[in-house]
Nanobody
């Protein structure tokens, strides 16, 4: 089995910063792309940022210049550094990754349980 566990969410004032972490554990052979999504109440889940196994990154226009995604392959962990937070960043943040398990030929897609980020004005 594979698990993704997020941490680091919380309540912060507008203009503040938070860093989210997502650690993958289990029978992991390799991890390909890792991503952060978010979902606000009443809205669809949206892709915030992604990072490839070679650390190439991509961001949603709404967070470019404010958020930074990174990964530590030795720890099977992906991070999301969020600066200059705005009330509209308030959402549940979810980790997503393409992980190949030991003994399996192809990677599968996995989700974490989510962590709440609330930005007050």
């Amino acid at each position: 089995q594979v698990q993704l566990v997020e941490s680091g969410g919380g309540l912060v004032q507008a203009g503040g910063s938070l860093t989210l972490s997502c650690a993958a554990s289990g029978s992991i052979f390799s991890i390909n792309a890792m991503r952060w999504y978010r979902q606000a109440p009443g809205k669809q889940r949206e892709l915030v940022a992604g990072i490839s196994s070679g650390s190439r990154t991509a961001y949603a226009d709404s967070v470019k210049g404010r958020f930074t995604i990174s990964r530590d392959n030795a720890k099977n962990t992906v991070y999301l550094q969020m600066n200059s937070l705005k009330p509209e960043d308030t959402a549940g943040y979810y980790c997503n990754a393409d992980i190949q398990r030991i003994g399996f030929i192809s990677p599968a897609n996995y989700w974490g349980q989510g962590t709440q980020v609330t930005v007050s004005s």
